[in-house]
Each structure stands twice: as C-alpha cells, then as structure tokens.
C-alpha cells in the first residue's frame, strides 16, 4: 500500500533500519517506547509534503543493540550524528512519548541542524505531584488497552499486544526502554534544566485523556518552552498521530508552514 | 551433610484475605499493615529460634535478605547477623544477601562483613546475590545493569578484603580514590563466599570458575531444577578444568518433621500453604522486570514460573520435592535420596515456613537436629549419581 522504502544505516558500530517516503523538507520521526518499524497512515500523509524519515532506534526491532548504549542522551547523540550522516538540514524533528524525550535532548543538546520541534505526548521531564502509572508493572495487554482514549482501539491494541508473533521484538523494546527510562523514571533532570535553551519552534501536541504521560506533564514543558505552541487534543489518549490523525497532521502542518514565514 | 538452619522472618501476622484488595504482600502492600508491637514479638522470637539451632548442634544458621515485604523482615540482614554473632557460639553465620547491585558504596558491605566475621572469629560465611527482580522496583536500581553492577561490587570487595590499601577503583558503576577498607576480614584471605540463586546460567557458570569455586545455592526450586543445575555446576568447573566437590554445592529446603508421617502432614499444611499462595504471591511484572536476565534467559524462566498466579498444595510441593515433610525415617530418606541424585553436601533446611507458630518450629528444629542430622551428619553423596541419572 505504501511506497515509502526501507534501507539501512550503519554508523558507530549500530545498524538500524530507516523507513523514508515522500520528497520536500526534511520531517524525522522519532517513535515511543511501544516501537517502531510499522509505516503508518499519517506518516504518508506528512510524505505528500515532506521527506519524512522514520529510524527505529538503537536497541528496537529490527535495529541492532549497540554496547555503548547506556541512557538517553546515547541514543540523543547517536542521532545528531545520524542527521550528520545523512548530510541533513533544516530538519523539522517529531517525537511521540520516549520519542519525544529523545527529540528534545537533542534539540538541547545541538539544534544547528534543526529547523522546528514537535514533541507529542513527550516523557523527559517530570513534573512532581503529577503521578505517572508504572508502565512496568502493567502486563503488556494493559498497557496496549491504556495508550487510547477510544475503548475499541485499545481492545484492539491489547489484543495484538500478546500476539505471540511479536513477542520477541516485544522483549527486545522493553529491555530497551528500562535501559533508557528505569531511573529517574521517564525522565532526565539535566533536560529539565537546559531545555529552555531550546528556542526552536515549538509544538507540543497532548491527549487530553493521556493515562501513559498525564496532560498535567504539558505545563513541565510549557514553562521551560515559553515560545511553544500547545495543542490539546480532546477524546484523546497517548497517541494523537494515531488516534485522531486528521487533526494531528492539519494542525503538525499548519504549524511547520506558520513557522516557516 | 552438613546443615544450615534458614529463617526467612516472614510478618507471620499477615492477614490472610489481604489478597482480596492487593495483588501481593511485595512492594504495593501498605506498611501500615505492619504493628510493631507484633513485630517486635516477632523479631525476638525468630531469633530465640536461631539461637537454639546454635545450641542443638546445627553447622550455621542463615539470614536473608529482601526489602519492602512481608514475606522477610530482614533488609539489612546484617543486623540480625550482628545480633546473632555474640549470642551464638559454634555455629557458622552465613548472610544469604546482599544484593550487591542496589549498592550505591559495595564498600559497607566489605566492611560490615568484616566486623562480622571479627566479632565471631571467622564464623562468617559471606553471601552475594543480585537480588530477586522485585528489589529492582523497591531500589530505583535499573535492572538492566544488575549483571554488570554485580560483577562491578564484587570484584570491588574481594579486592578490598585481599589487596593492600589505599588503591584507586575505577570501575563502570564505582570509582574510588581510596580504597582501605578496616577492619580486615578475621579469615584469610576472606570468608568463604556462597552464592544463592533459583537458577541463572549466567550466575552457575561465573561461580563454579576455577578462580572463584563459589558455594552455589539452589534455592526454593522443584528438584528437577535442583538436578540441572547442580549437574551443570559440575560440568562448568569440568570445562574450567577441575573436579567440583560436593561441599560447593547446597540446597535451601523446607522441612517438616514430626513424629509420624500423618501428624506432620497435618502440622504442616496450612502454614506452608500460606508460605506459598500468601507470602510467595507476585505479578511476573515484578518478579523478572525487563533485563533482570538475558533475553535468552527470560523466556525460559517466564515459562518455569508460568504457574506464578496459581494456587498450589502441599502434597504439589512434597511431589514436586519443594517441601520435605514427614517423620524423621521420611524426612532422612528423602534427603538421602536427593544427596544422592543432587550431589550437594550443604543442606539448608528452613524449618521455619509460613505462619508456623513457635512451638511447632521448636519441636521441628528439635526433631531435626536429633533424628535427622546425625544418621546423615557423615554422608556423601553416592558416586556415579550423575550416571545414574542419565
């Protein structure tokens, strides 16, 4: 169904594979800590406009685990050196949940290759008071059924969450995401603090009904992002792109044309 | 054989319906559940019954470690060892902690054990473990380290306890300067160093080494893990190129002894039930969070502890050779037999399980030392058990 391709790249010792379809400016998606791998519908609906390029990242799927990968700024630098890699410029850079955190570490730690920020549902700062349910202690089919406000969808997605086809890249994400997020949980107190030397343009996109990454999470980031626009999406769970894609894409492209002027 | 005695200081006042409203008695369980009066009872007299092993002739007696739980009252097992090292007098203390990763200075338990093994004049055995999956959730420590953070600590204490200081360690997870630790270990080079596990290849081949030739444990497993694991200890010192002997293997088991096979049966039933549908109930989630094991480790195990959630019955465990219960003639029998099949030499009998009150523990721990240790006190295991299995 769709034309978008599959290769991949090889750069400090760790193969991963890259989806890409579309042509235009560059739109790199950085995928949560469900996985990635799967091209999806509003992907190739950003790729009538953009060049959009979706990595699964080190230690996911069918990317390989590297030995250096420790925490989250690892994978942060191993993907500037990718935008390096790839000779790539004036990025609009897209990251859901863990996806998000990893975006902006990168965005704070080296944004010369960036042109805009869209952080949607993003782990990486906690703001305290606001409980996070321990993703950890959830059966894999419970937490599918959690990520959607729609009672269908997440049915749906618990019941594919014990397909026993996918167990092992299931395992291997896990393994992955308690590498990068056990302690301090979901996220990283030095981003806390230098985030706001991020001055990009900023989009931050929430479910209202968020029970992975409370909306409450939003103002974490507001605060250190005073430029940021916030978009809540209602009837809405952890994943606005998937869940309500029309209003996802309309307005993540309404905000990349506003900030190109 | 020679016999440890093993406590696990469980709160023996749970409440039995708690399961009603909390999916485990580990980690979500409130502590306000916890009466300290009751507790304090409690503490003393797990320790009377520790103490008494000591005089009733048992080789040492065992604390454990884990946090956060009702199932053991002991976190910082040393503590209990300390309490122990002055009021016993013969026997061995073996501290089966400490879960080495959680550490955030491996260097207090270098010292701590050190003191012990002082106070005693070398009556300390030193356990290391890595801690079941759970402490990963109760500590914050990230599970996917545990392995190296465990290798880390330990070669960090034995250096401390056979290398001159102050030397610098630079390690991955610990770097000191200054690395001088006093008191020095009583015994040299250090005390003997046991490890318990429920049965990680990954542990059973790092011990077994020829350099380490650590005590390896089988904890509360069925005995055809038992049988596999002690097989493959022996095949892992074979390959690092030594024989190993029957006194580096040990086996932690439940016992129940009575006068007859009938009473024991009937003492036993509702207090190692409650042991292991009350006290032993946890979610999968919290025992294997992910990287606890290697992914080719972790499948195997979810699949053994499959029958996690389910309520079990003594006779399951007598069947299943996780619970020894009868009377002496029984309880010798059965010992000899597993000896025999296991090759260990080391017996760690827990015969306090559950909500077993004290005078049942008393006359167990008594029936024990009296009827059971003795006949088998000069037993080695057969030759050619390995043989005999194949």
């Given at each position: 169904m769709a034309g978008h391709t599959e290769t991949r790249e090889t750069l400090h010792g760790c193969s991963i594979h890259v989806m890409r379809s579309g042509s235009g400016a560059p739109l790199v998606y950085l995928h949560g800590s469900g996985g990635g791998g799967l091209w999806l519908p509003w992907m190739e609906d950003l790729a009538r406009q953009f060049s959009v390029i979706v990595p699964e990242h080190p230690?996911?799927?069918?990317s390989d685990t590297p030995e250096w990968l420790d925490g989250i700024h690892d994978v942060a630098l191993f993907y500037l050196e990718f935008l390096a890699a790839e000779n790539l410029t004036g990025v609009h850079l897209m990251g859901g949940s863990l996806g998000g955190w990893i975006a902006a570490e990168m965005a704070m730690l080296d944004a010369s290759r960036l042109k805009t920020l869209t952080l949607i549902g993003p782990a990486g700062v906690n703001v305290p008071g606001v409980h996070k349910p321990d993703m950890f202690l959830w059966p894999a089919d419970e937490l599918a059924r959690q990520l959607f406000h729609d009672k269908a969808r997440g049915d749906e997605a618990a019941t594919q969450a014990v397909d026993p086809a996918g167990a092992d890249v299931r395992m291997k994400n896990i393994y992955t995401v308690a590498r990068l997020a056990w302690h301090p949980r979901f996220y990283d107190p030095l981003l806390m603090k230098w985030l706001k030397r991020v001055k990009l343009p900023t989009l931050i996109v929430w479910g209202r009904e968020d029970r992975i990454l409370p909306v409450a999470i939003a103002q974490g980031f507001a605060e250190r992002l005073p430029q940021a626009e916030i978009e809540i999406v209602p009837d809405c769970g952890h994943l606005p792109q998937v869940e309500k894609k029309d209003i996802f894409v309309e307005r993540v492209t309404r905000f990349i044309a506003g900030s190109a002027r | 054989m020679k016999f440890f005695f093993f406590h696990?200081?469980?709160?023996?006042?749970?409440?039995?319906?708690?399961d009603m409203n909390y999916v485990t008695d580990w980690l979500l369980y409130p502590n306000s559940n916890y009466d300290p009066e009751k507790g304090a009872e409690l503490y003393n007299r797990y320790l009377d019954e520790i103490e008494y092993a000591d005089a009733l002739g048992f080789d040492g007696v065992c604390v454990n470690e884990h946090h956060q739980?009702?199932?053991?009252?002991?976190?910082?097992p040393g503590v209990l060892a300390g309490a122990l090292s002055r009021r016993t007098k013969t026997v061995k203390i073996a501290v089966?902690?400490?879960?080495?990763?959680?550490?955030?200075?491996?260097l207090t338990v270098a010292e701590e054990y050190a003191i012990l093994d002082n106070i005693t004049r070398g009556r300390l055995i030193a356990g290391f473990v890595r801690g079941i999956g759970v402490e990963y959730h109760a500590s914050g420590v990230n599970p996917t380290e545990s392995h190296d953070r465990f290798h880390e600590a330990h070669d960090l204490i034995l250096r401390a306890w056979t290398q001159p200081g102050p030397f610098p360690f630079e390690g991955k997870y610990y770097q000191f300067d200054y690395v001088n630790v006093w008191p020095r270990p009583y015994q040299q080079p250090h005390p003997p160093v046991w490890i318990p596990s429920q049965g990680s290849s990954e542990t059973i081949r790092w011990a077994s080494a020829k350099e380490r030739r650590y005590v390896y444990l089988q904890t509360f497993s069925p005995v055809t893990a038992l049988f596999r694991y002690m097989d493959m200890y022996r095949e892992e010192a074979r390959k690092s190129g030594y024989e190993a002997s029957p006194d580096q293997l040990g086996w932690s088991i439940t016992t129940y002894v009575a006068k007859t096979d009938e009473q024991a049966l009937k003492e036993a039933k509702p207090h190692i039930e409650f042991f292991v549908n009350k006290f032993l109930r946890m979610p999968m989630e919290m025992l294997l969070p992910p990287g606890y094991l290697s992914l080719s480790s972790m499948k195997g195990v979810m699949a053994a502890k499959a029958s996690l959630g389910r309520r079990r019955t003594m006779e399951e465990l007598i069947e299943q050779g996780q619970f020894i219960c009868g009377s002496p003639e029984t309880v010798r029998r059965r010992l000899t037999e597993y000896q025999d099949r296991a090759?260990?030499?080391l017996v760690l009998p827990n015969l306090h399980f559950g909500t077993l009150p004290a005078d049942l523990t008393r006359r167990n721990t008594e029936l024990f030392a009296r009827e059971v240790m003795p006949a088998l006190r000069d037993r080695l295991p057969a030759s050619g058990h390995e043989k005999a299995r194949a």
């Open positions: 230690g996911f799927g069918r | 696990l200081m469980p709160y023996a006042y749970l409440d039995p319906d708690y739980t009702a199932y053991g009252l002991m976190p910082t089966l902690g400490r879960a080495l990763p959680l550490l955030n200075n491996p090759g260990f030499n």
